[in-house]
């Protein structure tokens, strides 16, 4: 987002722009939802602000007893003999004694006054330097679902369909996706698969293991592989259709989710549904044609599909060829335990 466009926001807010910006914002706000998270986001550090509306009377003789300390302080004249022979830096000043007694005239209510001050500016700035973070981390992740995407749509232009996950074995995970693609030699930096945001970012170790390590691990491996393996994201289910459990095939879609954040589990009041990453703000998306979208909800629009619930309402297989669903890592696309060899 511009200066300029968070400019207008913020005016927005304010009831500071004219009536044809007024018009203008109030119209793109009616259609754009990263524009509302970013309009609720601003009104969210406003309302810090809040408390700090009342007048404050500041104490007397404050002015007058800063001038005297900045007077204090006068700059050297240009060409003047410094003591030892050289001459002064015109760019240097020369403190000056303090006035006697300077110290014990500045009062308590002096202190609170630039306490005040320098909460309210920090109040300011460091909302800036969290914004400009979260940016960062953002931008990060999408970068990360371009690389996942490139691998994803290779993987499908020479196999005929997207990978699949699963319905059943150690693998069955919306993870699979990492371990399909390392093993095509499209996918081997677990970096990758790790977004930014995530509130466990730097925190769990990610690897991406190749299909075969399944077949040796214990019981207790697989778990860790298949809750790590995918990182922060997760590939769609495939669709149920006549009773068999199809892949998705390319078809370059513009409202069709092949991959996303993982959802959380609808622990925290508030979230559910809603991917953790980012701040619980939304979640980056990658659907079939290409492109990479961050939502404010798990719906791309109004009305629109639910990328982590089927029609049905459940985080399962598609009823269809145009219901994707992406699901939490624990679970499985058909409900089979992945264990249960």
Known sequence: MTNRLEEQLLGHLLGALDDRETQQISARLETELPLQGQLASLRGRLATLEPLR????????????????????????????????????????????????????????????TTI?????????????????????????????????????????????????????????????????????LLNDPRVVQCPGAPMAGRVKIYIPLPKEFLTATKKRAIQLRRTMGGSYGLSFGYVENGKY???????????????????????????????????????????????????TPRFNPGGDDIYANDEGLPAP?????????????????????DNR
């Open 246 to 296: 199809h892949a998705f095939t390319d078809l370059s879609r513009s409202n069709f989710a092949l991959i996303a954040e993982l959802p959380s589990l609808g622990t925290m009041p508030g979230y559910e549904g809603q991917s953790l990453n980012h701040g619980g703000r939304g979640q980056n998306v990658l659907f079939e044609d290409g492109r990479v979208r961050f939502l404010v």
């Open 117 to 185: 001050i320098c909460t309210i500016a920090w109040t300011l700035i460091s909302p800036a330097i969290v914004s400009s973070r979260e940016n960062s981390r953002l931008v990060g992740c999408q970068n990360n679902f371009r690389i996942i995407g490139s691998g994803v749509r290779q993987y499908g232009a020479v196999h005929g369909s997207f990978p699949l996950v699963p319905g059943s074995g150690p693998m069955a995970s919306p993870g699979a996706y990492s371990a399909v693609l390392r093993q095509a030699g």
């Open 54 to 113: 009342d007048e404050v009377d500041l104490p007397p003789g404050l002015a007058e007893r800063t001038c005297r300390l900045v007077a204090s302080y006068e700059p050297s004249r240009v060409g003047e003999q410094a003591p030892g022979g050289s001459r002064r830096d015109e760019k240097t000043m020369t403190p000056c004694v303090a006035p006697p007694g300077w110290f014990s005239r500045v009062r308590w209510q002096d202190v609170v006054v």
């Open 318 to 338: 598609g009823v269809h060829p145009r219901d994707s669903v992406i699901a939490p890592s624990i679970l499985s696309p058909l409900g089979v335990d992945p």
